[in-house]
Nanobody, 123 residues
Framework: QVHLVESGGGLVQAGDSLRLSCAAS????????MGWFRQAPGKERDFLAA????????YYVASMKGRLTISRDNAKNTVYLQMNSLKPEDTAVYYC????????????????WGQGTQVTVSS
């Protein structure tokens, strides 16, 4: 069992950077693949990035590659999402998720989800 809590969201201006954090409880955090998703109002929850349990492999949605960096610190039971050059269309609720499967974009493969953190980008 893994309990996830996101933080770091807020109101920023276009062009700013933001780092989201996801703190996990549970002793087996280091064995989980971790992912980040986001959901804008009225839209589907979309995959952004994922990292293997060791952090040695990362995966990104093509449309945002270059603006995102996912990383994890297993000693702190935390996964991060660094977002750069933010745009108003990045406004959404951002979620972290955990799975024992290999990294990938499919929501159904993720077993545990946080409650989300709101990111609002003003123009």
């Amino acid at each position: 069992q893994v309990h996830l809590v996101e933080s770091g969201g807020g109101l920023v201006q276009a062009g700013d950077s933001l780092r989201l954090s996801c703190a996990a409880s549970g002793r087996t955090f280091s064995s989980y693949t971790m992912g980040w998703f986001r959901q804008a109002p009225g839209k589907e929850r979309d995959f952004l990035a994922a990292t293997t349990w060791s952090g040695d492999a990362t995966y990104y949605v093509a449309s945002m590659k270059g603006r995102l960096t996912i990383s994890r610190d297993n000693a702190k039971n935390t996964v991060y999402l660094q977002m750069n050059s933010l745009k108003p269309e990045d406004t959404a609720v951002y979620y972290c998720a955990a799975t024992t499967s290999s990294p990938g974009p499919f929501r159904y493969k993720y077993d545990y989800w946080g409650q989300g953190t709101q990111v609002t980008v003003s123009s």
